[in-house]
């Protein structure tokens, strides 16, 4: 890849794109909200797309380094920040959730199949360079290993920021005992985000009955193959992410990653804190950005002949220091 010599600050203005149909190969139209600089010229995009809807407003913690503003959104990222840099933030409702008809399936092939068609709608945009990136929080951490295994050609780097990589491992059955934090997450956090309101209710949308799939089967069964990292099919760069706190959940999938990924081009950071808050902080954000400053516009930042691994070292209470290495484990 060619480099090209450090960035010079940028600060573009936002243009807003409300309910723009991305086409899948089946002819469904699902939805997006995108959000470009306001300038001529091609930028590279980083895109989700997942059920929690594009359109619910969330109000982060009083603490969170972000400023709130209208455009944030749960786990993703924030276009007021990422625009002005010179890049696209595109948000896709998945099928089924949303304002995107059809049937949703959390974690499926048919999911990744819509992602894979989504990142390459994306690349093809005028506003788009071709290139496409993915970062985003837990659920939408996850869906980027699924949709990596089809090594989708405009996919260029993706960031998966505490994501699990195998349903079946670490989060329906632990050690092959079952866990109650899948029904539960499915029930009360998912749901409500899929129904939508009883004036819209579609029944529809339910012939899959997804607990019954997925606590009915077994690892052997080969029912899962499409919600499980397939390593030795990931060859996009990667920066996977990890969070000491999340050893019963995510953190198994981003260790994996860096230790069993196919790709040369990885690095692995574990940081201490909650869920969102290393995300939106000045520092997580500045790691995810220069990431992407190398793989989506080659610039030459050093990112990459830094160590590969960064940890956070705990020292008591809520203090930490980074440590670097050379290796993980």
């Not at 936002?14 to 997006?32: S, T, W």
């Not at 002005?84 to 304002?99: E, F, I, L």
């Not at 995300?279 to 790691?287: A, I, K």
């Amino acid at each position: 890849m060619k480099m090209e010599p450090a960035s010079v600050a940028l600060d573009y203005g936002i243009v807003v794109e409300k309910d723009v149909d991305v086409p899948m190969r089946d002819g469904a139209d699902l939805k997006a909200d995108v959000f470009r600089p306001d300038a001529p010229g091609a930028f590279p995009a980083i895109l989700n797309l997942g059920p929690y809807q594009k359109d619910k407003l969330w109000i982060p913690p009083g603490n969170l380094e972000e400023e709130p503003n209208p455009l944030m959104n749960w786990e993703t990222v924030n276009p007021h920040w990422w625009v002005p840099k010179g890049y696209a933030a595109v948000r896709v409702d998945g099928r089924g959730s949303g304002k995107s008809p059809g049937q949703c399936e959390p974690w499926s092939l048919a999911e990744s199949i819509d992602f894979y068609d989504a990142i390459e709608w994306a690349a093809a945009q005028p506003w788009c360079t071709g290139k496409v990136g993915l970062s985003g929080i837990s659920y939408f951490a996850i869906n980027q290993w699924f949709v990596a295994n089809h090594q989708p050609p405009s996919l260029k780097a993706i960031i998966p920021w505490e994501g699990f990589a195998d349903l079946y491992r670490d989060a329906l059955f632990h050690g092959g005992l079952l866990s109650l934090f899948m029904p539960n997450w499915y029930l009360a956090h998912l749901m409500h985000h899929v129904v939508g309101r009883a004036s819209r209710h579609d029944a529809n949308r339910w012939r899959s009955d997804t607990l019954q799939f997925w606590l009915s089967n077994t690892l052997d069964s080969g029912a899962f193959r499409g919600a499980q990292a397939q390593w030795d099919k990931m060859t996009v760069p990667m920066l996977s992410v990890g969070n000491w706190t999340g050893m019963g959940l995510h953190l198994r999938g981003n260790t994996e990653a860096f230790m069993r990924a196919a790709t040369p081009h990885k690095k692995l950071r574990i940081h201490a804190g909650t869920h969102v808050h290393p995300f939106y902080s000045e520092e997580g954000r500045r790691d995810q950005l220069r990431f992407f400053d190398c793989w989506l516009k080659g610039i030459d930042d050093g990112v990459m002949q830094e160590p590969p691994v960064k940890l956070a070292i705990r020292k008591g209470r809520d203090e930490a220091e980074w440590r670097f290495e050379h290796e993980w484990p």
